[in-house]
């Protein structure tokens, strides 16, 4: 199966390109936004470690932003910093992500986020390929899109 083939459901980079117009600087602020959204909800969190998450920080950040990421990809196939941006994801069939596609997701973008030399090839994906699509969403034939109207 060509990759053509396998993403025959999304829209194509070239004759509809207002689908993947500004979406990577879009999914950059997004991320910032995303970042910020899971740094406050580790704080709302923390009186409840009875401040012993102060020592693992690091830790708590990445099982807070696991299910963050999960459960908001799961609801509206967008993070709360996506949706503020009007960026979505859509698998290779061109539907919105259901629970099982936002939990492979987030596991795969949480491996290369812990992962430096996988977090430079999915960022240098992004600013390369059509869709912009970044490592997780190669592998697994998906892609931010502009939210349709």
């Given at each position: 199966?060509?990759?053509a083939t396998m993403m025959s459901g999304l829209p194509d980079p070239h004759s509809q390109s207002q689908f993947y117009d500004g979406v990577l600087f879009k999914r950059a602020m997004a991320w910032v936004i995303d970042v910020v959204m899971?740094?406050?909800?580790?704080?709302?969190?923390?009186?409840?470690?009875?401040?012993t998450g102060v020592f693992?920080?690091?830790?708590?950040?990445?099982?807070?932003?696991?299910?963050?990421?999960?459960?908001?990809?799961?609801?509206?196939s967008s993070t709360w910093g996506m949706r503020l941006m009007s960026i979505e994801f859509r698998d290779h069939a061109g539907q919105r992500f259901d629970s099982s596609t936002a939990l492979f997701h987030t596991l795969?973008?949480?491996?290369s986020v812990a992962m430096a030399p996988l977090q430079l090839i999915s960022v240098i994906?992004?600013?390369?390929?059509?869709?912009?699509q970044g490592l997780t969403d190669h592998l697994m034939g998906t892609a931010p899109i502009n939210k349709p109207r």
């Open positions: 199966m060509t990759t899971i740094a406050l909800l580790c704080l709302l969190v923390l009186p409840f470690t009875a401040f693992f920080f690091p830790f708590l950040m990445l099982i807070v932003g696991v299910f963050y990421r999960w459960f908001t990809l799961s609801g509206q795969g973008y949480t491996v994906m992004m600013v390369v390929t059509p869709r912009g």
